[in-house]
């Protein structure tokens, strides 16, 4: 399995990022998707979980409202779009996803991570 993010970069605070990671290797509508975040000095926390059919997604309170994740299947790729971003949502932001199939909840895989940087 290989997931690559991509879509970090410098914005200013307010501003939108639409960050996406592409799956290979497998299935990739059997598998759910999540997308997690480490900023500097902190342990890697969930930020927005998507069920393998999509219809189910799941948000960690600090970027409800906000953030919403999202998925195609046909293009094996999941996205995260960030809207009102923040200085707090500076981070390096991952994708991942379990090694079983139709599971929610198991983070087995990772990708490379991609760098957001919110100024103020």
């Known amino acids: 399995v290989q997931l690559q993010a991509s879509g970090g970069g410098l914005v200013q605070a307010g501003d939108s990022l639409r960050l996406s990671c592409a799956a290979s290797?497998?299935?990739?509508?059997?598998?759910?998707m999540g997308w997690f975040r480490q900023a500097p000095a902190n342990e890697r926390e969930f930020v927005a979980g998507?069920?393998?059919?999509?219809?189910?997604?799941y948000y960690a309170d600090s970027v409800k409202g906000r953030f919403t994740i999202s998925r195609d299947n046909g293009k094996n790729t999941v996205y995260l779009q960030m809207n009102s971003l923040k200085p707090e949502d500076t981070a390096v932001y991952y994708c991942?996803?379990?090694?079983?199939?139709?599971?929610?909840?198991?983070?087995?895989?990772w990708g490379q991570g991609t760098l957001v940087t919110v100024s103020s």
């Open positions: 991942a996803t379990p090694a079983t199939q139709y599971v929610y909840g198991q983070w087995d895989y």
């Open positions: 290797g497998r299935t990739f509508r059997k598998y759910a």
């Open positions: 998507i069920s393998w059919s999509g219809d189910s997604t």
